[in-house]
């Protein structure tokens, strides 16, 4: 709720619905300030990953289902396509206060939650996203920033390096053994 609010938002109702094992929470917000529907999607895009960010940073047991698409009912492919597919990953000036962070590597499921702790365990933070899929390949681009502005040279390598490293790790089948 506090996230949320940090984000100009006033939470005019919840709802909890449980079905089974299923449960879902609904917010009806509205923006602090005019009492209105928020409608614009760079707010909407911040609200969507501030309340990812806090999933996985307070419930990390829930990082396998939004991975897995299990929390909206949608179920994994039971076998992995064989694809070798380069990952790009570049850091560029996006403003004085924030960096551009694209990325293009072979999409997966759990691929976005992957990228989410990587790039929050390196404490920089998400302003905005874009993530598209064309075929077999994940192309996303992140605008991000450390400390309210944008990555200078070091941190962006760090940053580049984590992703390469866990972007990279070879998958091993349990049948290989």
Not at 92 to 108: V, W
Request: hydrophobic share 40%.
């Amino acid at each position: 709720m506090n996230a949320l609010k940090d984000l100009g938002l006033d939470v005019a109702k919840g709802t909890v619905n449980t079905e089974g094992s299923v449960k879902q929470t609904k917010f009806f917000i509205t923006r602090l300030d005019t009492g209105r529907k928020v409608e614009d999607p760079d707010l909407l895009e911040r609200i969507r990953l501030t309340i990812i960010n806090n999933l996985l940073k307070y419930h990390p047991e829930s990082s396998e289902q939004l991975a897995m698409g299990e929390a909206f009912g949608i179920k994994a492919p039971e076998k992995k396509l064989d694809v070798d597919i380069a990952t790009h990953i570049h850091v560029k000036e996006d403003g004085p206060k924030r960096s551009l962070l694209y990325i293009e590597t072979a999409d997966r499921p759990g691929l976005l939650v992957e990228i989410m702790k990587i790039i929050a365990d390196v404490n920089v933070d998400v302003e905005s996203a874009e993530i598209d899929t064309e075929g077999l390949v994940a192309k996303d681009k992140f605008h991000v920033s450390y400390g309210g502005a944008a990555l200078n040279s070091s941190l962006s390598q760090v940053l580049v390096n984590c992703l390469r490293y866990y972007l990279r790790r070879p998958e091993t089948d349990i049948d290989s053994y």
